[in-house]
């Protein structure tokens, strides 16, 4: 029974176009997060939401856009696809934001390619 | 900026040694210390935390943190081929909201 799962796993698409990835967790975690992490493997954080709200919007483009239609689901969204965008990206979640042990739950990876 | 810093290795080590692996931050003010092993193409997976001074064991696993110094480190005794990995280290903030994350130490065991 998979704690956090996100869909689809790889994903390879052209310059120009849109795509969205899927992250759903069964943990009952209030807070779930957004990473990117490039060829380089540094996790850079993009957003994140507690119960639905907004709470870290890093410096991304905003071709990006994530969108939490309940705690359990966070979604990602990116628009105009660039070179730059390939990487995995990778959901997490956290039981809750505020919390100090913040240990924090990852999902598989959506491995993303453009061409 | 609040920082965390790791050497990126590569760092061998030979079967059945003990690997030690560093981690230093910057803010004074961090309360909650995480390692995290990363096979490659999977996703980081959490294996130890720390919130206070001192040692932490967890089977093979030990880690220690020094707030004065602003160092964390992880020890993996009798290391295995299997702990090959990427070891990533992350700090919460003073924001309660992110950890901060370390670049990564790759770690090869040679049989």
């Known amino acids: ?115 | 900026q609040k920082e965390v810093e790791q050497n990126s290795g590569p760092l061998s080590v030979p079967e059945g040694a003990i690997a030690s692996l560093n981690c230093t931050y910057s803010d004074r003010g961090s309360q909650s210390f995480f390692w995290y092993r990363q096979y490659s193409g999977k996703s980081p997976e959490l294996i130890m935390s720390i919130y206070s001074n001192g040692d932490k064991e967890d089977g093979r696993f030990t880690a220690q943190l020094n707030k004065a110094s602003q160092y964390v480190s992880l020890l993996i005794r009798d290391s295995q081929p299997s702990d090959s990995a990427t070891y990533l280290c992350a700090v919460r903030g003073d924001s309660n909201y992110q950890l901060i994350w370390g670049a990564g130490t790759k770690l090869i065991i040679k049989p």
């Open chain 1, 1 to 115: 029974d998979t704690a956090v799962s996100q869909t689809p796993k790889y994903l390879v698409t052209q310059m120009g176009n849109d795509k969205s990835i899927k992250c759903e967790q069964n943990l009952g975690h209030d807070t779930m997060y957004w990473y990117k992490q490039d060829s380089k493997k540094f996790l850079k954080i993009m957003f994140s939401y507690n119960n639905k709200e907004l709470i870290i919007n890093e410096t991304v483009p905003n071709r990006f856009s994530p969108k939490s239609p309940d705690k359990a689901h966070l979604n990602l969204h990116i628009n105009s696809l660039e070179l730059g965008d390939s990487a995995v990206y990778f959901c997490a979640s956290t039981l809750t934001a505020g919390s100090s042990y913040n240990e924090q739950f990852f999902g598989p990876g959506t491995r993303l390619t453009v061409l």
